[in-house]
């Protein structure tokens, strides 16, 4: 029992910290987008659909936005 909570906790965690690291990166495409290479990426991310909803529920993003 033990062990099985210490493998859900890992999951919980490591894919929190996954999700957290994608997020940083959609930052950096955003801040980059005036860029050739932003906007190519940004095309990445808008052919996808899941990258598109982890694109917009962004919550690190919006709270850089609220604080601008």
């Known amino acids: ?16 910290i996954s999700l957290i690291i994608v997020w940083l990166f ?3 495409v955003t801040l ?8 190519m990426l940004m095309g990445m991310i808008g052919e996808s659909q899941f990258l598109l909803i982890l694109y917009k529920i962004n919550p690190i ?7 601008r």
Not at 32 to 39: F, V
Not at 61 to 67: A, H, R, V, Y
Request: overall charge positive.
């Open 61 to 67: 993003l919006k709270l850089i936005t609220m604080l």
């Open 32 to 39: 980059t987008y005036t860029l050739d290479a932003g906007r």
């Open 1 to 16: 029992v033990l062990g099985m909570l210490n493998r859900m906790s890992g999951v919980i965690v490591g894919g929190s």
């Open 26 to 28: 959609f930052i950096v």
